[in-house]
């Protein structure tokens, strides 16, 4: 059901991921591994741990003392004689290890064992980040993250009066809230322009608080920048872009506000529900 995940997975990885193995100790290649950056699912490229969770445990397995918020799930796990704690990724439910606590190996006294073959590190240097607006996220994120040079996209909420938001009370259009998908992508493979050309031509963005049938004031078109040259860009895109186009282009571009992530059901939606499109 939905989007195969596990399709493009090595023999070796599907034992892992898919099958619930374990890799052999200190047979990982992550096991002893200390750049700045982020580690992945290896499956489905959702973002798991940021690299400054990592720490040494010598137990011969990447260890973790935290997560990124929402980006895991825990099931009990009684195949052995003592009780264990599954985890795996939110987004595909790929095996990833176990979670431990009570070592107190660190002040979290949290230990995430993870499989190296379960994940896949992104160097901080290769990642970009911007935050857009282009009617209802279930499509946009849809579309992004099927581009190549996208690593990591998730829907949610910015731009709005109140802190932490409800999808409810963002679609009544009292929070003032835009939907919006949070993209991470590699401006070495897809750059910044080359993101927005993209951007500009899967929406209308001379259409004023509605999109494809949606209407409502979270449903603006929005480019909300990460640094002052995304800004500039952004700016000179839209001019290039509104030369092209009849209609005034009604787009903001504005500095990134805190974005808060859309309750789980939202993430990838049309994939887990084998949907499209929205309109279906």
Same mark, same amino acid.
């Given at each position: 059901m939905g989007k195969d995940f596990f399709s493009g997975l090595s023999d070796e990885e599907k034992e892992i991921?898919?099958?619930?193995?374990?890799?052999?100790?200190?047979?990982?290649?992550?096991?002893? %591994?200390?750049?700045?950056?982020?580690?992945?699912?290896?499956? &489905?490229?959702?973002?798991?741990?940021?690299?400054?969770s990592k720490f040494d445990s010598g137990c011969g397995w990447p260890s973790f003392d935290d997560e990124i918020t929402d980006a895991i799930v825990r099931y009990e796990d009684n195949s052995l004689l003592r009780k264990r704690v599954e985890i795996c990724c939110a987004k595909c439910d790929g095996h990833l290890g176990h979670v431990f606590h009570g070592e107190k190996a660190t002040m979290k006294d949290t230990r995430h064992c993870v499989n190296s073959l379960s994940i896949k590190f992104i160097n901080k240097n290769r990642i970009e980040k911007v935050t857009l607006g282009a009617g209802c996220f279930w499509k946009v994120e849809k579309l992004f993250s099927e581009i190549k040079g996208?690593?990591?996209?998730?829907?949610?909420?910015?731009?709005?009066?109140?802190?932490?938001?409800? %999808?409810?009370?963002?679609?009544?259009?009292?929070?003032?809230h835009i939907e919006v998908v949070e993209i991470y992508f590699d401006p070495s493979i897809l750059t910044f322009l080359e993101l927005l050309v993209f951007f500009w031509s899967n929406h209308n963005p001379s259409s004023v608080d509605s999109q494809n049938g949606d209407n409502g004031i979270q449903y603006r078109?929005?480019?909300? &920048?990460?640094?002052?040259?995304?800004?500039?860009?952004?700016?000179?895109?839209?001019?290039?872009?509104?030369?092209?186009?009849?209609?005034?282009?009604?787009?903001?571009?504005?500095?990134?506000?805190?974005?808060?992530?859309?309750?789980? %059901?939202?993430?990838?939606?049309?994939?887990?529900?084998?949907?499209?499109? &929205?309109?279906?």
């Open positions: 991921i898919v099958n619930k193995g374990t890799e052999r100790p200190f047979s990982g290649e992550y096991n002893d %591994y200390s750049l700045e950056g982020v580690f992945s699912c290896r499956a &489905c490229g959702s973002f798991l741990y940021e690299s400054d996208v690593y990591n996209v998730k829907s949610g909420y910015m731009g709005g009066d109140i802190p932490n938001p409800t %999808y409810e009370a963002v679609c009544s259009g009292e929070t003032n078109s929005v480019i909300f &920048c990460h640094s002052k040259i995304q800004l500039e860009q952004a700016l000179k895109s839209k001019d290039e872009y509104q030369k092209n186009i009849d209609k005034k282009i009604v787009t903001s571009i504005l500095e990134a506000d805190v974005f808060y992530k859309a309750e789980e %059901y939202h993430q990838d939606y049309l994939n887990k529900n084998n949907l499209g499109s &929205c309109s279906v």
